[in-house]
């Protein structure tokens, strides 16, 4: 494991922070928050910007569970369904950004 300081990792690793965040917030309930649509506009950006990549199904996907979740009244068993769906897109993007900072460049998907 070998990390090199660049401005691009520690841009990644400050986006896996608010993915934390997110995560954090999701698994206390507080589904009405806005901070996995900010980790997943960040996200956007940084796939964008860098010259690492995302896999398109896992950042797309993610952010259609975070719109659900955000901007739909749903039954308390389904909003928690998608609660916990959000925060498995949010935990494998930072799975990904994580090998990208830290490992040898092979990718995971």
Do not use: C, H, W
């Amino acid at each position: 494991m070998y990390f090199d300081a660049t401005p691009t990792n520690m841009t990644i690793l400050l986006v896996v922070t608010l993915a934390i965040i997110a995560i954090i917030l999701l698994s206390r309930g507080r589904y009405d928050s806005n901070f996995p649509l900010l980790y997943y506009s960040a996200a956007m950006s940084i796939n964008v910007i860098a010259e690492r990549n995302l896999s398109p199904y896992l950042l797309y996907s993610g952010v259609a569970f975070a719109l659900i979740l955000r901007f739909e009244f749903m039954g308390k068993g389904f909003t928690k369904f998608i609660g916990v769906l959000t925060s498995l897109a949010m935990g494998l993007t930072v799975l990904v950004f994580l090998e990208q900072v830290f490992g040898d460049g092979r990718g995971l998907f």
